[in-house]
């Protein structure tokens, strides 16, 4: 790059000039005012570089496609790094032992699952103690009847004594009178039962159609989590006739804009 010192600085800068040179590079002159307000003279000398690059072949395809949009005057071809930010290419590599991996970890996952120790009295199922059982409202003293053979104690089987604790179960303890197991009760199920009808008022309505007799149970089933009716009851009545009656008189009703199901519960197994 030369300098030189122009006496003129107020001259209007000379128009840049480009020469072809033998060896296929290119010399630029050039002017411009330095920090002292000085015209100086800029020399540059540019080679051009042709490099060839192979892509795919659908990527040449689109590179052909018209732009449209704000990118309709850019002539520029792939990505605009203006707008847009290329990183490194990622390649996926599928592991040829990926099936081994996912059954090894399977048996990972058996071996660190701890196995319940406790078991609910109710429906003898794990997982959930008593107190948070789904079904202690329509089994009712059933699951605490059966002893660990499997079968129910008789109603005239005398209570068993406890060794192990002084407190004894009310309907173990001398005197007391047998409990009737909750599947010797003609149980109805109720399904499609809306939500704003609560126990007490499904009692009224059963009540109603039983012909006077009487109502053992009225159980509404709810979401363990939030706790709302899900639209299922059941309804235990003293007597298969009371059963009887109130299913001929609900099954296929309407029940506050709902039509309700009204059927014998099964026995659990």
């Not at 800068?13 to 296929?24: A, F, H, Q, T, Y």
């Not at 949009?69 to 390649?91: C, H, I, Q, R, S």
Request: with cysteine; hydrophobic share 35%.
């Amino acid at each position: 790059m030369s300098t030189n010192n122009w006496a003129d600085a107020g001259a209007a800068l000379p128009e840049p000039e480009v020469i072809d040179n033998n060896d296929g590079t290119k010399t630029v002159i050039s002017y411009k005012y330095n920090d002292q307000k000085k015209k100086v003279k800029v020399t540059q000398r540019i080679k051009f570089v042709k490099t060839t690059e192979t892509i795919n072949t659908a990527v040449a395809r689109r590179m052909k496609w018209a732009k449209f949009g704000l990118e309709k005057e850019n002539e520029n071809k792939g990505p605009d790094f203006t707008t847009t930010t290329v990183t490194e290419a990622v390649k996926l590599t599928l592991s040829t032992t990926w099936k081994a991996d996912e059954e090894k970890e399977q048996e990972i996952a058996k071996k660190s699952t701890t196995t319940s120790a406790f078991k609910c009295r109710f429906c003898g199922n794990t997982g959930h103690y008593s107190a948070k059982c789904p079904y202690k409202d329509t089994l009712g003293m059933a699951g605490m009847l059966k002893p660990a053979g499997g079968d129910s104690l008789p109603a005239n089987a005398p209570p068993p004594q406890s060794t192990n604790s002084r407190y004894v179960l009310p309907h173990m303890r001398a005197g007391a009178k047998p409990i009737v197991p909750a599947s010797e009760v003609p149980a109805l199920r109720v399904t499609n039962l809306n939500a704003a009808i609560d126990r007490d008022m499904l009692r009224m309505i059963v009540s109603k159609y039983a012909e006077g007799e009487p109502v053992e149970r009225v159980s509404i089933l709810r979401n363990r989590d939030t706790g709302e009716p899900i639209g299922v009851a059941f309804v235990n009545m003293t007597t298969m006739r009371g059963a009887e009656l109130v299913k001929d008189a609900l099954d296929g009703k309407g029940l506050m804009n709902m039509i309700i199901s009204v059927d014998f519960a099964k026995p659990k197994k």
